[in-house]
Nanobody, 119 residues
Framework: VRLVESGGGLVQSGGSLRLSCAAS????????MTWYRQVPGKERELVAT????????NYADSAKGRFTISRDNANNVMYLQIDSLKPEDTAVYYC?????????????WGRGTQVTVSS
């Protein structure tokens, strides 16, 4: 079971990136999927989540308007489109898959992809 993030890199302020989270060993169709980010010395912050059932998305206030989360269940991939990047978006971005069934919790993390935004 793996989650692998990709698409990070160094971009200038105002640019865009699309992060991907590819799952293997399980189907994301049954999981709520979430993007988090973390800056060294700070707590991991929830950025956006997309549900398994309706595909509805919810965003942190800091992500509203510039971030778009989406999922492709057929290809077992989740995405995060980030537009109008700002230096404060610099962080390691992690994907997370979670679901609960019959009182059991299933949760998987990726290892992260670095996003660095230069001013």
């Amino acid at each position: 079971v793996r989650l692998v993030e990709s698409g990070g890199g160094l971009v200038q302020s105002g640019g865009s990136l699309r992060l991907s989270c590819a799952a293997s060993g399980f189907s994301i169709s049954n999981y709520d999927m979430t993007w988090y980010r973390q800056v060294p010395g700070k707590e991991r912050e929830l950025v956006a989540t997309i549900t398994s059932t309706s595909g509805s998305a919810n965003y942190a206030d800091s992500a509203k308007g510039r971030f778009t989360i989406s999922r492709d269940n057929a290809n077992n991939v989740m995405y995060l489109q980030i537009d109008s990047l700002k230096p404060e978006d610099t962080a390691v971005y992690y994907c997370y898959a979670g679901r609960s069934q019959f009182g059991l919790k299933f949760a998987y993390w990726g290892r992260g992809t670095q996003v660095t935004v230069s001013s």
